[in-house]
C-alpha cells in the first residue's frame, strides 16, 4: 500500500473523495463510478481511491444480491444486516483516511476496476 502525505493531495481532492466514499453508503456504486470516469485522467490518486470504491461497492451489491437469495433459509436476514453494518463502518473509515490524504485498501473487495 502506498502512502500518500495529506501535503501532496489537493485539498478539494480529498473532499471529493470523503464524499465518495460517505456516498457509497446511500447510493452504492454510482458516485465512485462518475468520479472514477470524471478525474481517472486528472489524478492518479484519485483514480485509486476511485476505484477502491468503485470495486468494494460493486462486490457489496453481489453480496447482498447473494442475501437476499439467501433470506429463504433465514440465514440470509443475519447477511443482510451485516452487509450493512460493515458497509456503513468501512465507508466511514475510508471517508477519514481520504479526508487525510492517505491510501485506503478496503478489505473483502474484488478488483473489478484498477
Known amino acids: ?6 501535503q501532496e493531495v489537493p485539498s478539494s481532492d480529498r473532499t471529493l473523495a470523503l464524499l465518495m ?9 454510482l458516485p465512485p463510478l462518475i468520479i472514477y470516469f470524471m478525474k481517472k485522467d ?3 490518486w484519485m ?5 477502491e470504491a468503485l470495486n ?5 451489491l453481489i453480496a447482498w444480491i447473494v442475501s437476499l437469495v439467501l433470506v429463504l433459509v433465514v440465514i440470509g436476514i443475519f447477511l443482510c444486516w451485516l452487509l450493512g ?4 463502518v468501512l465507508c466511514i473509515i475510508a471517508a477519514v ?6 491510501d485506503y485498501r478496503y478489505p473483502m473487495s474484488i478488483g473489478f476496476v484498477s
Open 1 to 6: 500500500m502506498q502512502e500518500t502525505a495529506s
Open 21 to 29: 466514499h460517505l456516498s457509497g453508503i446511500f447510493f452504492w456504486f
Open 85 to 88: 453494518f460493515l458497509n456503513l
Open 97 to 102: 483516511k481520504a479526508n487525510d490524504g492517505k
Open 42 to 44: 486528472e489524478s492518479p
Open 47 to 51: 483514480r485509486r481511491q476511485a476505484a
Open 56 to 60: 468494494f461497492q460493486l462486490t457489496m
